[in-house]
């Protein structure tokens, strides 16, 4: 079977591959309810993911070529691994694109999936949730933003949050519970000073 250009292969191949129920039920699913469980853990790799697709696109190249008589050991003829890396990429583009609108949730194991918040205004106020957010401290002296979230671990009851602090190359592990502390501040200020030093000394 011959196709115009590389493109139209890699689209037969993903189009065929999407449309084997079997596929989808014994590789595809297990593969996103994989990917979107690092994702909420922190852990997701977009390189790492692409390789993850790559056993989606084999599977699908091998049912391909036995369903249209070809070769079932000459698959890796019609769809090269450039073919096969192409679409793995566009399946994992998809992915991401797709989770970030929350349509993988019910993948997720059900102590990740989102459950009501029924947090005040004012507890949510000095708390991060989310990579990216600021992290506000607050105490006797005021508010005021002293770090990023990089990293989000869900694996507790409560989270645990990895800080990128300003103005420093540090980042710090802290649950929930120390990210709305005058002390917690202080503590986590002499710990990245700590930090900083030993980086330093081992230079």
Do not use: C
């Not at 694996?155 to 917690?184: C, M, Q």
Request: glycine share 6%; aromatic share 12%.
């Amino acid at each position: 079977m011959s196709f115009e250009n590389d493109n139209a292969i890699v689209a037969e191949l993903v189009q065929y591959t999407e449309n084997e129920q079997s596929i989808y039920t014994q590789i595809t699913l297990p593969i996103l309810a994989n990917l979107a469980t690092k994702k909420v853990r922190g852990l997701y790799d977009a390189d790492k993911a692409i390789q993850a697709f790559m056993y989606l696109a084999e599977a699908g190249a091998k049912k391909y070529a036995k369903e249209f008589g070809g070769n079932k050991k000459q698959w890796h003829d019609t769809f090269p691994i450039s073919v096969r890396k192409a679409a793995a990429a566009h399946w994992r583009d998809e992915f991401e694109s797709e989770f970030e609108l929350g349509n993988y949730d019910q993948l997720l194991p059900k102590k990740y999936q989102e459950k009501p918040d029924t947090r005040s205004t004012s507890e949510k106020a000095y708390h991060a949730y989310n990579v990216g957010d600021n992290v506000w401290w607050w105490g006797s002296q005021g508010t005021k933003v002293i770090g990023t979230v990089v990293k989000v671990y869900l694996g507790k009851e409560r989270p645990n949050y990895k800080v990128k602090i300003h103005g420093t190359d540090s980042e710090v592990l802290k649950p929930e519970f120390e990210l709305a502390s005058e002390t917690a501040r202080k503590k986590v200020t002499r710990q990245t000073k700590t930090s900083d030093r030993r980086k330093r000394q081992s230079r």
